[in-house]
C-alpha cells in the first residue's frame, strides 16, 4: 500500500495529554519533530534505535540531549530485533486509516459490481424486446464489435432494438450485419435509393475487341 501522506493531528487530544503537559517548550518540539520524522519514512511510523540519529532529528545539542530525551522517548515503544521505534498512538491511527481506506475501496468495487449487475440485466431486457428473435445472436453479436467505440448503455441498446424493429427481418439482418462489418455504432436501413442503385462498373459499355458502346 501507498504511504499516507499525512496524518490526522487532534490539538484537544495533543494538549490535554498528561505527558505533553508535563514537557517543555524544548521537549514538544522535539517530539513533534520525531512524530513527523516518522511519518515520511519509507518503513512509515518508525525511526531508527540510534541516540545518535534521534538527537539530530530533534535538532537538540549534545550537552542538553540526555535532559530532552527522558520526557520524550517515553512516548515511543522499541522493536529491539528490529532496532526501530515507534509511537502507539501515530500506528494506531495509521492502521485505522488503512482499514477504513481498504472499506471504501471495496464498498466501492461492489457499488460498481452492483450497479454492473443491474445495467446487464437491463440490457438483457432490451435485448428480449426484438421483434425477429431469430436476430438475437446477431445483435449480439453487433453489440459485442460496438463496445470497442462505445458504451453499451441500456438507454443505446434500447434505441438500437428500436431500429431493428422498425425494419423487416431481411433488412434488419442486411443492417446489422453490416455495421458489423464496417464497425459501426449505429444500425441504420439501406437507403431506398441506394437498395436500388446500380453497382458502378468501370468496364461497363467496353466491348472485347475494341470501341465504346453509345
Known amino acids: 500500500m501507498n504511504k499516507l501522506p499525512s496524518f490526522p493531528f487532534y490539538p484537544q487530544d495533543f494538549l490535554s495529554s498528561l505527558d505533553v503537559q508535563m514537557m517543555t517548550a524544548e521537549e514538544v518540539g522535539a517530539y513533534i519533530l520525531l512524530l513527523t520524522n516518522s511519518w515520511i519514512q519509507d518503513n512509515q511510523g518508525f525511526l531508527p534505535d540510534d541516540d545518535e540519529v534521534l538527537r539530530k532529528i ?45 472499506k471504501k475501496v471495496d464498498s466501492g468495487k461492489i457499488g460498481a459490481e452492483k450497479r454492473w449487475e443491474n445495467e446487464r440485466k437491463e440490457i438483457k431486457n432490451a435485448i428480449n424486446l426484438i421483434s425477429h428473435k431469430n436476430l438475437i445472436p446477431l445483435f449480439k453479436e453487433f453489440l459485442v464489435v460496438r463496445r470497442k467505440k462505445s458504451s453499451n448503455t441500456e438507454s443505446a441498446v434500447r434505441l438500437l432494438v428500436e431500429s431493428v424493429n422498425n425494419m423487416g427481418d431481411v433488412q434488419a439482418e442486411k443492417a446489422i450485419k453490416k455495421s458489423i462489418t464496417y464497425g459501426w455504432s449505429g444500425i441504420s436501413p439501406e437507403k431506398p435509393e441506394a437498395a436500388g442503385k446500380k453497382e458502378y462498373d468501370p468496364f461497363d459499355g467496353f466491348i472485347e475487341g475494341g470501341g465504346i458502346r453509345n
Open 58 to 102: 530533534c535538532r537538540i545539542e549534545k550537552d542538553r540531549w540526555d535532559v530532552v530525551k527522558k520526557n520524550v522517548l517515553k512516548k515511543f515503544s522499541t522493536i529491539e530485533k528490529d532496532g526501530v521505534i515507534f509511537n502507539k498512538k501515530l500506528i494506531s491511527l495509521k492502521k485505522n486509516y488503512e482499514e477504513f481506506k481498504a
